[in-house]
């Protein structure tokens, strides 16, 4: 995961906490169904894939958000825990066209439900590795706040 000999340019967390009118079984899907994640995953203005989603602890998680400026903005991870349908813990990984590590990094969502409603509290944090980094993270809470956004919509 994240090489502490590596040079850091900069570092971001986001903590996001909102509920959802729907249970917890659809938002879990959400967040584990690749078909479902392509539809939310991503800013306001970008489509996604998710050409890989093994769910297990190892399993690897890639997905390739798709910009409007026509650039392809991959990442990678592996699932560091699996807890259906209230815990995923996976490492993330920003990729240049070449592989490249641009912001290394962990994910945690925890889902509860109460009433038929799940909350989802969310919790990213990443470590820059490119001196361009910093930029890339100021984006990072309003990226990872549009994207809740449009997983509430699917849901």
Do not use: C
């Not at 990094?105 to 590795?129: A, C, F, I, N, P």
Request: charged letters at 20%.
């Amino acid at each position: 995961m994240v090489d502490a000999a590596q040079q850091i340019y900069g570092e971001g967390k986001v903590a996001i906490t909102r509920v959802f009118d729907a249970p917890r079984a659809l938002v879990w899907r959400a967040w584990t169904d690749p078909a479902m994640m392509a539809n939310w995953f991503g800013p306001r203005g970008f489509t996604s894939s998710v050409p890989e989603l093994d769910l297990r602890v190892g399993g690897a998680l890639r997905i390739v958000m798709h910009g409007p400026d026509g650039n392809d903005y991959p990442m990678k991870g592996v699932f560091l825990e699996v807890a259906p349908p209230e815990r995923l813990v996976y490492s993330n990984i920003a990729l240049d066209k070449d592989g490249n590590h641009l912001l290394e990094g962990e994910t945690t969502v925890t889902l509860s439900e109460q009433d038929g409603k799940t909350t989802l509290y969310l919790v990213s944090h990443m470590v820059g590795r490119v001196p361009i980094a910093p930029q890339m993270l100021a984006g990072m809470e309003a990226g990872w706040t549009q994207s809740i956004d449009k997983l509430g919509e699917l849901l």
